[in-house]
């Protein structure tokens, strides 16, 4: 009876033995492996939440300076940043402020168009209006390159200004030199009315 009692107390040690390793080493190790694995599994989730999705914005405002001393805002009514190209901003009822060197303000607004973050560059469509306060411009198409320090209209274009108006397909204007080119596409005459 001896041998049988002490094969039994062997056994319930060896027994206690494997569910102490188990219960203290294994089940933790295992645990904390799935616990770990479900936390980069939510975090991968989350990245490509952020990385994968486009994003949307009401009322959005973007404000700053080029050149280093003029200072712009770009604001529009709705905005979707896409995720394949995370620097350019589509927007709709688009409002673009410009305050330049000489004091001049320039509002410009559009019904469409984008916004660069990285070069400042903006592109306006569909029912441009420019204004700088006497001049006004009106579009299909304008291009406001920050990179060049101009503005490209074209599309329908119709420039009034104090002493006078005209329409072309396509307007030019530099900041730097104040210059204005007018073009038509098929070099047909520009029509101008000249006030005196």
């Given at each position: 009876?001896?041998?049988?009692q002490?094969?039994?107390?062997?056994?319930?040690i060896i027994t206690g033995f494997?569910l102490?390793?188990i219960?203290?080493?294994?089940f933790?190790?295992?645990?904390?492996?799935k616990?770990?694995?479900n936390?980069?599994a939510?975090q991968?989730?989350e990245?490509?939440?952020?990385?994968?999705?486009?994003s949307s914005f009401?009322?959005i405002?973007?404000?700053?300076?080029y050149?280093?001393?003029k200072?712009f805002i770009?604001?529009?009514k709705k905005?979707?940043?896409?995720k394949?190209?995370?620097?350019?901003?589509?927007m709709?009822?688009?409002?673009?402020?410009?305050r330049?060197?000489?004091g001049?303000?320039?509002?410009?607004?559009s019904?469409e168009g984008t916004f660069?973050?990285i070069t400042y560059?903006?592109?306006f469509?569909?029912?441009?209006?420019?204004?700088?306060?006497e001049?006004?411009?009106f579009?299909?198409n304008?291009d406001l390159?920050?990179t060049?320090?101009s503005?490209?209209v074209?599309?329908d274009v119709?420039v009034?200004?104090?002493?006078g108006?005209?329409?072309a397909d396509?307007?030019?204007?530099?900041?730097l030199?104040?210059?204005?080119k007018a073009?038509?596409?098929?070099n047909?005459e520009i029509?101008?009315?000249?006030f005196?």
């Amino acid at each position: 009876m001896k041998k049988k009692q002490l094969k039994i107390q062997i056994f319930l040690i060896i027994t206690g033995f494997i569910l102490i390793i188990i219960t203290y080493f294994h089940f933790p190790y295992s645990k904390e492996t799935k616990l770990s694995k479900n936390q980069n599994a939510r975090q991968e989730a989350e990245i490509n939440i952020n990385v994968d999705t486009d994003s949307s914005f009401d009322e959005i405002e973007y404000e700053g300076f080029y050149d280093l001393n003029k200072s712009f805002i770009v604001k529009s009514k709705k905005a979707i940043i896409f995720k394949k190209n995370p620097d350019i901003v589509h927007m709709t009822n688009m409002n673009v402020v410009l305050r330049l060197d000489d004091g001049r303000v320039v509002n410009i607004i559009s019904k469409e168009g984008t916004f660069n973050k990285i070069t400042y560059d903006c592109f306006f469509k569909d029912k441009v209006e420019a204004t700088d306060g006497e001049t006004k411009i009106f579009a299909k198409n304008l291009d406001l390159l920050a990179t060049e320090n101009s503005i490209e209209v074209y599309n329908d274009v119709f420039v009034d200004y104090p002493t006078g108006n005209f329409e072309a397909d396509r307007v030019k204007y530099d900041f730097l030199t104040k210059n204005l080119k007018a073009s038509m596409f098929d070099n047909k005459e520009i029509k101008m009315k000249i006030f005196e």
